[in-house]
């Protein structure tokens, strides 16, 4: 196990916001030739509505927190079997005399920098534990599993998967890559929104230019559709993998 030390350096929702604001954009010009899309734009607009804003103490998250947790508590605990089996999928980390262990192997390092970066903020208020955190960008718990695991991940669909919810390692390290602005991988949010900021002050929804836009590495064959469709039709949307 690698004992990891505090570091001196300090994405998200808003990604998917400015993503579906673009896709908005897209529809509301498309709408009026293709009705089909009318049902696209009748469930953003819903979303829109009924969305509730959590504020700064996190609390509208503790029902999903609750909710993770339920399976735990009606099988009266994790048992050893159970945590054999999540480490097989997971990175395994122990807290120790609040000191932070992890396991050499880790296949994203700048995303288990990110994870150790927000443990370490918290280390000195957390007793002795041990943990088995999910890197992927896919859940490993499907919900009906007779063998239930206790893995710790940052996504998953509710109704199909039973891991436990945590916050992405995105906002600080290991984030994607998106060349040639940033290199190693989007992390830093803090800065990242302060250069968000200027760059909406800079280029107002005005002058911004009605095209969908994406970079990213070719994790699926589903997002080749969405490239070859950019070389047909640039002037509709921008997408390359990195």
Known sequence: MLHLHSKHYKISALHTVLFVSVIWANLSRASAKEPNWQVYLDAISEAAANYTSCGGNCTCHSDVITSDLKLWRERGGITNEDMKRGLERSVHYQIIDHKLYRQDKCMFPSRCSGIEHFILEIINDLPDMELGINVHDWPQVMKHSPYPMPILSFSKVAK???????????????????????????????????????????????????????????????????????????????????
Do not use: C
């Open 160 to 242: 199909e998967h039973q891991d436990i919810m945590y916050p992405a390692w995105t906002f600080w390290a290991g984030g994607p890559a998106v060349w040639p602005i940033y290199r190693n991988g989007l992390g830093r949010w803090d800065l990242m929104r302060k250069d968000l900021k200027k760059k909406d002050n800079e280029f107002p929804w005005e002058k911004k230019q009605n095209i969908g836009f994406f970079r990213g590495s070719r994790t699926s064959s589903e997002r080749d559709p969405l490239v070859l469709l950019s070389r047909e039709n640039p002037d509709l949307v921008d997408a390359q993998y990195t």
